[in-house]
């Protein structure tokens, strides 16, 4: 599947918007070339967890990524292999006009953290000519510093 989002580096939750969905986030990767991710999401209010391995392309505003739906003890089985803390995420969906404005505060309470913004479009086109609010800060999609792989690998490996 093409995912088509513009990223933006944030300083907190944005206030005024519909809170749709949270979710707290473990997020760790099996590789970072290609990028193989291993995710567990708990949906904060009805506490359901999914588990999830994920592929994804090299690329910036468009890449093709793969997900699948993992058991329990496949997820655990591999954080075990990794050795090391997964990166931590408290998710929030908000509805931003017709888009669906996607923050996560990345390992909170430590010397790391920081919050950053995403919002998936239907096409390149609609992404482009999307303007973003000031509140969302700079836009970060092609900084290669503020990939969650490269993340990973400056906090992790």
């Not at 990939?147 to 992790?156: A, E, F, P, V």
């Amino acid at each position: 599947m093409l995912e088509i989002e513009r990223k933006f580096l944030m300083s907190d939750y944005p206030s005024g918007l519909e809170l749709l969905h949270e979710v707290k986030i473990e997020q760790g990767y099996l590789s970072v070339d290609p990028e193989v991710r291993l995710h567990k999401a708990t949906d904060i209010h009805t506490g359901k967890t999914d588990f999830r391995l994920t592929v994804k392309s090299n690329g910036d505003l468009s890449r093709t990524e793969i997900k699948t739906d993992v058991k329990e003890s496949f997820y655990y089985d591999a954080i075990e292999l990794l050795g090391v803390d997964m990166i931590q995420k408290d998710f929030k969906e908000y509805k931003l006009g017709d888009w669906v404005l996607e923050v996560c505060h990345v390992d909170p309470g430590t010397p790391n953290e920081f919050f950053y913004a995403e919002i998936e479009f239907p096409t390149e086109t609609d992404a482009k000519n999307f303007v973003p609010p000031e509140y969302l800060g700079k836009e970060i999609t092609f900084n290669e510093d503020y990939k969650m792989k490269n993340y990973w690998k400056r906090t992790r490996m």
